[in-house]
């Protein structure tokens, strides 16, 4: 198979600290949905262990919501993982901020 000849007028690639802040940001959010869903499951009487995985996924949005902001201002960078790392991120610490008020809030 013959090599195609194309061009190229951008030297731009996506950062790799942009993907492993959306990487965060994904699994922050999957680890936040499986524990409502569990929790839900069961009552609302859960273990400790929710506790702890919240504040895992809290502290995993933390980094990625910082990987985020710093690859965001890079140039000559694509800008899609870096939003979209920065979007996730944002959205599971309003999520944890959210469960923690209502579940403060309830008693």
Do not use: C, W
């Not at 409502?36 to 990625?64: D, P, R």
Request: no cysteine; glycine share 14%; net charge positive.
């Amino acid at each position: 198979m013959k090599k195609r000849k194309g061009f190229i007028f951008t030297d731009k690639k996506h950062s790799n600290r942009a993907v492993m802040a959306t990487i965060l940001g994904v699994i922050s959010l999957g680890a936040l949905g499986l524990m409502v869903f569990l929790s839900y499951q069961k009552g609302g009487k859960v273990g400790a262990g929710f506790g702890v995985g919240a504040l895992l996924a809290a502290l995993y949005s933390t980094i990625g919501l910082i990987l985020g902001l710093v690859t965001v201002q890079e140039k000559e960078r694509y800008r899609l993982f870096p939003v979209l790392g920065i979007v996730l991120n944002l959205a599971a610490l309003v999520s944890i901020g959210l469960i923690v008020y209502v579940g403060g809030s309830l008693k």
